[in-house]
């Protein structure tokens, strides 16, 4: 399973942190990913943390902004997003699966995990 937490509303230039938390059968090799879905919008994706760190991968639309970690002890992915703005609204899954293939870590299709969703509203 997994929890996603941390959205909420801010303002334009605010930044906010979101936790992915796993429970259950899990390994360190395995990908979790951020992917949003902003309203009338396909889910896009965000970052990602590939096969436990590997690599750290972020969207161009976020690079600069937005930064990804993990920690093992509490198997836990973070994603800091700063100097947030209005078009960072949207929903905001985390999603895990282990075997991921590289060239489809931006893929919704590849995880059979996701969290619930958490909400993050930028607005004045």
């Known amino acids: 399973q997994l929890q996603a937490s941390g959205g909420g509303l801010v303002q334009p230039g605010d930044s906010l942190s979101l936790s992915c938390a796993a429970s259950g059968m899990t390994s360190r090799r395995d990908t979790t990913a951020w992917f949003r879905q902003a309203p009338g919008k396909e889910r896009e994706f965000v970052s990602a943390?590939?096969?436990?760190?590997?690599?750290?991968m972020l969207a161009d639309s976020v690079k600069g902004r937005f930064t990804v970690s993990r920690d093992n002890t509490k198997n836990t992915v973070y994603l800091q997003m700063n100097s947030l703005q209005r078009e960072d609204t949207a929903v905001y899954f985390c999603a895990r699966a282990s075997g991921v293939i590289y060239s489809t870590v931006s893929s919704p299709s590849a995880y059979y995990h996701w969290g619930q969703g958490t909400l993050v509203t930028v607005s004045s």
């Open positions: 943390v590939f096969r436990g760190g590997e690599r750290i």
